[in-house]
Structures are given as C-alpha cells and as structure tokens.
C-alpha cells in the first residue's frame, strides 16, 4: 500500500493563477480531508469528503474547491491564486468503521508559495 | 467553536531532560489524539486515548487524558535528539463526520 500520495511535492504560483492539488489513497477510505497549515501552526482543515459525491466545507474554505468522483481521489483546487494562501497543504484519509478511533493517514504534503 | 490548545509551543531542551506537553479545552472530546510530524512530512499518529483518566505508554512516552476528557498530556522521560519534531494533539468532537480539532503544536528540539 503507498497508502496516501499528494503530486505536486512543491509549487510556486503567481497571484490569479489557479491549479489543482492532487489527492489519491489506495485504502479504500471513505473519508479524506484537505488541511493547510502555515509555519508553526497546527492543521486547519479545508474541505472534507464522507463519500464519493459527497463533499463539505471546514474552518477555512474560501478560495477552495473540492470535488470527490471517486473513493480514491479527491483534488483541492485553487481558481485565483493569492499570498495568504502559500501554506503546506496535507490530505488525509480515514475508516470510522471498526475501532481505529479515528486516526487519520496524511499523505506528504503540497508545499505552495504564491507570488 | 471548540479549540485545543497546546503549551508550550517551543520547548528546546538537553538531551537526558524530561518534558511535559500539555493540551487543554474547555469542550469534551470523545477521544484525544497525539501526532508527531517531521520537517517535511505529514503528520504520524503516536497515540489515541479515549477513557477519562487514561494513561498510555510508548516507550519513553507518557500520555494521558484528563478525568473530564477535556484535556490531555504527552510526558517524555530522558528526551533525545530523535525525539526532535513538532507534536500535535487532536480531538474527535463526536461529530460523525471523522473530523478532528488540532491544536497549534508544540516545536520539540532535543539537542544532544
């Protein structure tokens, strides 16, 4: 299992762009999670999936879109790229099922700068 | 809006030297949590606790949550440079939809 993998592992945009944050687990979790967190910082989480087709906001939404087609991936994307938004970003992904309590898998992260 | 809040959060220390970490809200959770992340990977889970008054052991690590379930602790005994990273603690609200509370982390540095 290479259990939860992010693509890019760095990026830098400039202000306006956009760009997709890709997200894949081969755990077969249904549920899977967008975090950011800025230095020093603890995760703030962004977007979260239940389900394939089944998505909804966290914390800290604004600027983010999220979709969920499929059990394995679930992309984060940013459609006009701004300063307050470089941060690391991490996916995470999870089973309630069972007694795993809720412990979360992360994946890398995605560092971002934008300039 | 619940938090978690973690103190303190930068500990630098000797190595051989005992810590304490502490996470405190004033919202019950019904399992707490405890990660440690190194610089440029996501975060590992070390530990859940879910019984009021818990202890747990992990080698040299000791964790605990509170009576109330509102707050925990992570002891590490004759700390070493290994231990050396950013400690999270998070919290499961209950809320059935797998999300978790973090607090802001605790930056370790064990020098040797």
């Known amino acids: 299992n290479a259990g939860v993998t992010q693509t890019p592992k760095f990026r830098i945009l400039k202000i306006g762009q956009s760009m997709t944050l890709q997200c894949t687990q081969d755990m077969n979790h249904n549920y899977m999670y967008w975090y950011r967190q800025d230095p020093g910082m603890g995760l703030k989480l962004i977007y979260y999936?239940?389900?394939?087709?089944?998505?909804d906001k966290g914390e800290v939404p604004n600027g983010y879109n999220v979709s969920r087609s499929t059990t394995e991936d679930f992309p984060l994307r940013l459609e006009l790229a701004a300063p307050s938004q470089t941060s690391v970003y991490f996916c995470a992904s999870n089973e309630l099922a069972g007694v795993t309590y809720n412990e979360q898998f992360f994946g890398p992260g995605t560092r971002l700068t934008v300039l | 809006t619940q938090l978690l809040e973690q103190s303190p959060q930068f500990l630098s220390i000797q190595e051989g030297e005992n810590l304490t970490v502490y996470c405190n809200s004033s919202s019950v959770f019904s399992s707490l949590q405890w990660y440690r992340q190194e610089p440029g990977e996501g975060p590992v889970l070390l530990v859940t606790?879910?019984?009021?008054?818990e202890v747990k052991k992990l080698k040299r690590l000791t964790f605990q949550f509170g009576d109330a379930r509102k707050d925990s602790s992570l002891h590490i005994t004759a700390a070493q440079p290994g231990d050396t990273g950013l400690y999270l603690c998070?919290?499961?609200?209950?809320?059935?939809?797998?999300?978790?509370?973090f607090g802001q982390g605790t930056t370790l540095q064990v020098k040797p």
């Open positions: 606790v879910v019984t009021g008054g």
């Open positions: 998070a919290g499961d609200p209950s809320s059935n939809t797998g999300k978790l509370i």
């Open positions: 999936s239940v389900g394939a087709g089944i998505t």
